[in-house]
């Protein structure tokens, strides 16, 4: 890389293992900040483990992640992560607004109510993604994309910078999709971190600055042009170890590029 | 019969102002607990823990006799083993949840059964089974008042923790939220009040009282706080219409408060203006009116 970059969030050796077989193997990374990285490759690559690691949701076997100096998990309020949408009941008794002021949640002791400043962030947060008119809407009222747009408004009432996005393109039609490539852009404009574990290539070709290539381990990581090349592609889908050990499972789940 | 001998009359009698007292803590505790059962999807499991404390009061009743106490502290114990055992369960193996908790209930039921069929006493058990709020004690005012106070407390103080980590566990367990423990703790409070509920309702139909007054409030509410209002409101008017409908008809009191907010439910089942089924019905016949006369 040329450019003068910092990076906020670093991988020095990083394994995970689930059970015997390494979901994450000796990952070494650099996530530059306030840019937009994709993180790409075949299923079973470990991106969401790559994720919830960051979270400290998966015991490291070797190496460290840090943010800055610290451990991640002295710095979760930093950072937002978005799981992949079909987790929700839609049907649960919520409002919109509720939704995002559950945003504001993990800052709030247990015995504390909400003050001024958490409902400017709500309203702030409400008024970024334009869903204010949908405020006070059940959540089943809306459409795919507007459903995703009330959990990103979520994050941001957190008041996260680092943002951990799980599939987000997942489901979402045409319109949908450059809506929230138009919300990342501009986050990204704002000086965000944004971390986007994904399968479209062209997407990530397209929007993202940064990308990093796993397949267990990192095949290439960095500017997207420099790490989305035929050899890199090819190595990380075709190449390498097979991630399911039955060949039919994975002759039917890996995504070719074009 | 005016209706001063319908609902006034019978709560001249000290055995139905106990009753009415029991039902009105067990209500409060029923209409919070409630909601959040059936929004985490627990509605059976709650069913299956109230089976699970019948060996927990067996074993109780083989050691000490018939204290009141022990057969609770035994019947809230065995609840609480199988609570915690079926939640470790579904986290460290594959099974889930629902399986776990379905088979170790009928393995603790079973138990249950054997031993009293060993003790070879005649114990009334058909009261724990079904009830009697009619012979409501002190000391079961007592335990289901300890069991409100601290439903409501836990409610006061975690109710932000219950809400998210019921709503999206992922984003609780991602902000840094003990997502294990809030579950755990809640299935405690659910035992907890399943055994303060013996006496008045029993073991089989206790949880009526938890579930019917929060799917009826389900069907009418599309906010959580309006939710956990109405239910317990629900609770309060069905359990002492129950009661009342026990003493007039003369039949076991778990089942009159049942059959009441059972028909409470049905009827909203059948009529709520936005999820009932004569909306869907009326919805779904205008839509095949509509392509009928739609011109070609």
């Given at each position: 890389?040329?450019?003068?970059?910092?990076?906020?969030?670093?991988?020095?050796?990083?394994?995970?293992?689930?059970?015997?077989?390494?979901?994450?193997?000796?990952?070494?990374?650099?996530?530059?900040?306030?840019?937009?990285?994709?993180?790409?490759?075949?299923?079973g690559?470990?991106?969401?483990?790559?994720?919830?690691?960051?979270?400290?949701?998966?015991?490291?076997?070797?190496?460290?992640?840090?943010?800055?100096?610290?451990?991640?998990?002295?710095?979760?309020?930093?950072?937002?992560?978005?799981?992949?949408?079909?987790?929700?009941?839609?049907?649960?008794?919520?409002?919109?607004?509720?939704v995002?002021?559950?945003?504001?949640?993990?800052?709030?002791?247990?015995?504390?109510?909400?003050?001024q400043?958490?409902?400017?962030?709500?309203?702030?947060?409400?008024?970024?993604?334009?869903?204010?008119?949908?405020?006070?809407?059940?959540?089943r009222?809306?459409?795919?994309?507007?459903?995703?747009?009330?959990?990103?408004?979520?994050?941001?009432?957190?008041?996260a910078?680092?943002?951990?996005?799980?599939?987000?393109f997942?489901?979402?039609?045409?319109?949908?999709?450059?809506?929230?490539?138009?919300?990342?852009r501009?986050?990204?404009a704002?000086?965000?971190?944004?971390?986007?574990?994904?399968?479209?290539?062209?997407?990530?070709?397209?929007?993202?600055?940064?990308?990093?290539?796993?397949n267990?381990?990192?095949?290439?990581?960095?500017?997207?042009?420099?790490?989305?090349?035929?050899a890199?592609?090819?190595?990380?889908?075709?190449?390498?170890?097979?991630?399911?050990e039955d060949p039919?499972?994975?002759?039917?789940?890996?995504?070719?590029p074009? | 019969?005016?209706a001063?001998?319908?609902?006034?009359e019978?709560f001249?009698f000290?055995?139905?102002?106990?009753?009415?007292l029991?039902?009105?803590?067990?209500?409060?505790?029923?209409?919070?607990?409630?909601?959040?059962?059936?929004?985490?999807?627990?509605?059976?499991?709650?069913?299956?823990?109230?089976?699970?404390?019948?060996?927990?009061?067996?074993?109780?009743?083989?050691?000490?006799?018939?204290?009141l106490?022990?057969?609770?502290?035994?019947?809230?114990?065995?609840?609480?083993?199988?609570?915690?055992?079926?939640?470790?369960?579904?986290?460290?193996t594959?099974?889930?949840?629902?399986?776990?908790?379905?088979?170790?209930?009928?393995?603790?039921?079973a138990?249950?059964?054997?031993?009293?069929?060993?003790?070879?006493t005649?114990?009334?058990?058909?009261?724990?089974?079904?009830?009697?709020?009619?012979?409501?004690?002190?000391?079961?005012?007592?335990?289901?008042?300890?069991?409100?106070?601290?439903?409501a407390?836990?409610?006061?103080?975690?109710?932000?923790?219950?809400?998210?980590?019921?709503?999206?566990?992922i984003f609780?367990?991602?902000?840094?939220?003990r997502?294990?423990?809030?579950?755990?703790?809640?299935?405690?409070?659910?035992?907890?009040?399943?055994?303060a509920?013996?006496?008045?309702?029993?073991?089989?139909?206790?949880?009526?009282?938890?579930?019917?007054?929060?799917?009826?409030?389900?069907?009418?509410?599309?906010?959580?706080?309006?939710?956990?209002?109405?239910?317990?409101?629900?609770?309060?008017?069905?359990?002492?219409?129950?009661?009342?409908?026990?003493?007039?008809?003369?039949?076991?009191?778990?089942?009159?408060?049942?059959?009441?907010?059972?028909?409470?439910?049905?009827?909203?089942?059948?009529?709520?203006?936005?999820?009932?089924?004569?909306?869907?019905?009326?919805?779904?016949?205008?839509?095949?009116?509509?392509?009928?006369?739609?011109?070609?």
């Amino acid at each position: 890389m040329t450019d003068a970059t910092h990076s906020i969030l670093r991988f020095r050796e990083v394994t995970v293992s689930y059970g015997r077989h390494p979901a994450l193997s000796h990952v070494s990374a650099s996530i530059v900040c306030g840019s937009s990285t994709a993180i790409l490759g075949p299923n079973g690559a470990g991106k969401s483990t790559f994720l919830r690691a960051i979270l400290g949701w998966h015991p490291l076997q070797t190496g460290e992640i840090r943010i800055g100096d610290s451990h991640t998990h002295h710095l979760l309020p930093r950072l937002a992560y978005l799981p992949q949408r079909q987790a929700i009941d839609w049907d649960f008794p919520i409002t919109v607004r509720e939704v995002v002021e559950q945003g504001r949640y993990p800052s709030l002791r247990w015995f504390e109510r909400f003050k001024q400043h958490d409902h400017e962030c709500v309203d702030r947060a409400l008024a970024e993604l334009d869903i204010e008119a949908l405020a006070s809407r059940q959540i089943r009222m809306l459409s795919g994309g507007q459903q995703q747009r009330v959990f990103l408004a979520r994050a941001l009432a957190q008041g996260a910078d680092i943002f951990l996005l799980d599939e987000p393109f997942a489901g979402l039609d045409l319109h949908a999709t450059e809506e929230l490539i138009h919300i990342l852009r501009a986050w990204e404009a704002q000086g965000r971190t944004v971390l986007a574990a994904m399968h479209e290539l062209p997407l990530a070709r397209a929007h993202f600055r940064h990308a990093l290539l796993l397949n267990t381990s990192v095949i290439a990581c960095g500017q997207v042009d420099a790490v989305l090349t035929d050899a890199n592609i090819d190595l990380a889908y075709r190449g390498g170890h097979c991630a399911h050990e039955d060949p039919l499972r994975s002759a039917r789940t890996a995504h070719f590029p074009q | 019969m005016t209706a001063q001998q319908l609902f006034i009359e019978p709560f001249s009698f000290g055995f139905m102002q106990r009753g009415a007292l029991s039902v009105v803590l067990l209500s409060i505790t029923g209409g919070l607990l409630g909601p959040i059962l059936i929004l985490r999807r627990l509605a059976l499991m709650g069913d299956a823990l109230s089976h699970s404390l019948l060996p927990g009061i067996a074993f109780a009743y083989l050691l000490f006799g018939a204290n009141l106490l022990a057969l609770f502290l035994g019947g809230l114990f065995a609840g609480l083993i199988t609570a915690a055992a079926s939640a470790l369960l579904s986290r460290m193996t594959r099974v889930k949840e629902d399986a776990a908790f379905g088979s170790l209930f009928v393995i603790f039921f079973a138990v249950g059964i054997a031993l009293i069929s060993a003790m070879k006493t005649r114990v009334d058990f058909m009261q724990f089974l079904f009830g009697n709020v009619l012979a409501v004690g002190s000391r079961d005012l007592a335990l289901a008042g300890f069991a409100c106070v601290l439903t409501a407390a836990v409610f006061g103080i975690f109710h932000r923790s219950v809400f998210l980590e019921t709503f999206d566990p992922i984003f609780f367990r991602a902000t840094g939220g003990r997502g294990g423990l809030t579950h755990v703790g809640l299935l405690c409070l659910v035992a907890l009040n399943l055994v303060a509920a013996l006496q008045a309702m029993g073991v089989v139909l206790a949880l009526g009282l938890f579930l019917l007054p929060a799917v009826t409030a389900y069907l009418w509410c599309d906010r959580l706080r309006h939710l956990l209002a109405v239910s317990v409101a629900v609770a309060l008017i069905g359990s002492l219409l129950g009661i009342l409908l026990s003493y007039h008809a003369n039949v076991p009191s778990g089942a009159g408060i049942v059959l009441t907010l059972g028909a409470g439910f049905i009827l909203s089942a059948i009529g709520s203006p936005r999820h009932g089924v004569l909306v869907r019905l009326r919805a779904n016949r205008g839509e095949v009116r509509r392509i009928l006369h739609t011109p070609e």
